[in-house]
Structures are given as C-alpha cells and as structure tokens.
C-alpha cells in the first residue's frame, strides 16, 4: 500500500455514528492493505495502571489506564517514547512505538522516557478504514509531538482541530448535544 496513513491522528468526525468513537483522537499504529490499527489517544479510565498492571506503575507515572479501543480490552499495550528506538517492539512515528511485551522492566526504563498504558487497540479490516474515510467519519492530520502524550487528554479531540483551523475550529467548538445550542 503506498498511501499508508501509519503515525497520522485520525480524528472522528461529527459524522462518525459508532458510540466507540465519538470525540476521539486515535494514532494510527499501523495501515496496509490488511487493515489498520491504532490506538485512542484521549480516553483515560478511571483505572489507575497499578491496579491492574503493578509492574508497569513506574513507567505510567500517577497516569490512569487509558482506553485504546474496542478490541481486546483485556490487552494491555504500551505506547512509549524512546531515548533508543531500537529497544522498541516497532516505531509508529518519530521516536513513539510500542515496547515489546517481553522487555525486562530494567531495560524499558533505560529505553524510554514515558510511556503510557493502554486497554485494548481500535482495528479496523481490510479496506474498512478507507470506506470510513470516503464517508468522511475521520479527519486525518499529521501529529505535533505533545499530541502523542497529552497533558489533558479530554481537550485533545478540540484543540487538533482547532489547530487545523477553518471549517473545523468550527467543528471544535461545536458542543457535544447540538440539540442543546
């Protein structure tokens, strides 16, 4: 696939109907003729990551689980950004990729300089994602660094689009309930 969208935010659209998906910002983890994967970037849960991954509390920091997508929320991944990509499972965009799920915890510390946990990934099938795009249910747009680990997730689905400017600064500002303007 030439056009691969890997390492762009896909940032759902009002159009965009499945509940899942509503205000998120997703990194494109990965696109090929197979499909895509990704990861939301601005849902965080209530779970604290050492509640139910204790080994990974000192990589999160205070920072909750945050939510991936729908597909296999029992999965933990962790996205990171590397001092040494090459201790990395894969490099999605600059420096950012996964750690592997075997990577000793001394050695993730060495490697990384944060990282954040995430419960399951969003995936998308075979020619499904460009069918969704033709739809116009996401808005594809290049990340800045700071997007990739945001200091205040629940305002990253605004401030993208409010930094792409237009037509979709209007977009951001638009309120959840239309129906309550």
Known sequence: ??????????????????????????????????????????????????????????????????????????????????????AAAWIVVADVGFVAADTAEDDVERAIRRGRVYAGYSGWGAGQLEGELAEEAWIVEPPLPAELFPEDPEALWRHVLARKGGQFALIARMPEDPSLN
Not at 34 to 42: I, K, P, Q, T
Not at 68 to 83: M, N
């Open 1 to 86: 696939m030439e056009d691969s969208l890997r390492g762009s935010l896909l940032i759902a659209s009002p159009a965009l109907s499945d509940p899942n998906f509503a205000r998120t910002v997703v990194l494109l983890t990965e696109h090929g003729e197979d499909g895509a994967m990704g990861v939301v970037l601005n849902r965080p849960s209530e779970t604290a990551v050492d509640a139910v991954a204790p080994e990974l509390a000192d990589l999160a920091g205070e920072e909750p689980v945050f939510i991936g997508g729908p597909v296999q929320p029992q999965a933990l991944v962790v996205l990171a950004e590397f001092d040494d990509p090459t």
